[in-house]
């Protein structure tokens, strides 16, 4: 299994990144309003760099800074198996 810990807002998560460390970040692109791409620079600085999902509508362009990418509706089986993947890199 896995830990998760959520994030409703920009300001919630840059404070969640500030204490504590992750594998993998499940971002999107309509976070409240905001777009959770802009936490890519503080996932990447971290030691060891969070891999990043973008879970988006599926019109956005793909960005290629992103580790995976899920479409919103992805069962929840997909979304397992893409993060699995990506803890095992």
Do not use: W
């Not at 920009?10 to 460390?21: D, G, I, M, N, Y």
Request: charged residues 30%.
């Amino acid at each position: 299994g896995y830990e998760v810990e959520e994030a409703a807002d920009l300001s919630t998560a840059v404070e969640k990144l500030e204490h504590q460390r992750f594998q993998v970040a499940i971002l999107d692109r309509n976070l409240r309003g905001e777009d959770g791409l802009v936490l890519l620079p503080k996932l990447r600085a971290q030691e060891p760099p969070t891999k990043a999902v973008l879970f988006s509508g599926g019109s956005e362009p793909i960005d290629a800074t992103v580790d995976a990418r899920l479409l919103k509706g992805s069962c929840p089986a997909e979304m397992l198996r893409r993060i699995a993947e990506l803890v095992r890199r």
